[in-house]
């Protein structure tokens, strides 16, 4: 085969397949960069955070009762835990995000 027919047949190819690749929605960085950029993302964090605690519920989110019958300490789960860990993961999430998102503003930066 001479080189002029063997670069037509690999055009014909990559026309080919770039047809099927444009055609596929591509699900990349800059559709994650456009929804953490929203506030949605600020509103999404706390509930997501609340939930994780609620059902994997930590073995730190426990106070240890003493059972007067028994004499033995029992774990119950501690709601006031609950609330200030959640209220601090959030913060600190959050904050990490504006953070993220405006790190390239005027604000954060000295040029």
Known sequence: MDTPSLNKKIQNIESEVSNYVNKVPAFTTEIIEEYIKSPKAYIAIP????????????????DD??????KNYKPVFSYRKLFMFWLVFSAVLCTSLFVYNYKKSSLFNKN
Do not use: A, G
């Open 47 to 62: 509930i997501i955070v609340f939930f994780l605690l609620l059902f994997t519920s930590p073995k730190f989110l426990y």
């Open 65 to 70: 009762v003493i059972d007067h019958e028994s």
